[in-house]
C-alpha cells in the first residue's frame, strides 16, 4: 500500500500563487510516477500534471504555462507550482500514485481563487 498525504491548498485571489505538497509513504520503492489530478463537482477527475520515475513531465495543455510538477517521487514530497491562478482553476486537487498497476490517491485538498 501506498498512502498519500497532501498540503498546500487554500484560498487565494486571482493571480495569486499556490504550492501544492504530496508525500509518499508505505510501500514506495518502484513508484512508475506521481502527478496531480483536478475535479470539479460533477465533473471527470482531470490530469494536471505528473511525473515519472525517470522525471520526465507531462502536463494538461492549459496548464502546462502555468503550472509546474518537481520533486522525487519516493524519497521527497512532490510538488504542484501553480501561479497566475484563476477562478476556474478552483477544483480539489488530488495527489495521485502508480505502482505496479495499482493506483493511489490522496484524500484531496481544495484550492479556491476568488475573483
Known amino acids: 500500500q501506498v498512502q498519500l498525504v497532501e498540503s498546500g491548498g487554500g484560498l487565494v485571489q486571482a493571480g495569486g500563487s499556490l504550492r501544492l505538497s504530496c508525500a509518499a509513504s508505505g510501500r514506495i520503492f518502484s513508484i512508475n510516477g506521481m502527478g496531480w489530478y483536478r475535479q470539479a463537482p460533477g465533473k471527470q477527475r482531470e490530469l494536471v500534471a505528473r511525473?515519472?520515475?525517470?522525471?520526465?513531465?507531462y502536463y494538461a495543455d492549459s496548464m502546462k504555462v502555468r503550472f509546474t510538477i518537481s520533486g522525487d517521487n519516493t524519497k521527497k514530497p512532490v510538488y504542484l507550482q501553480m501561479k497566475s491562478l484563476k477562478p476556474e482553476d478552483k477544483d480539489v486537487y488530488y495527489c495521485?500514485?502508480?505502482?505496479?498497476?495499482?493506483?493511489?490517491w490522496g484524500q484531496g485538498t481544495q484550492v479556491t481563487v476568488s475573483s
Open positions: 511525473i515519472t520515475s525517470g522525471g520526465a513531465t
Open positions: 495521485h500514485v502508480f505502482r505496479g498497476g495499482d493506483n493511489y
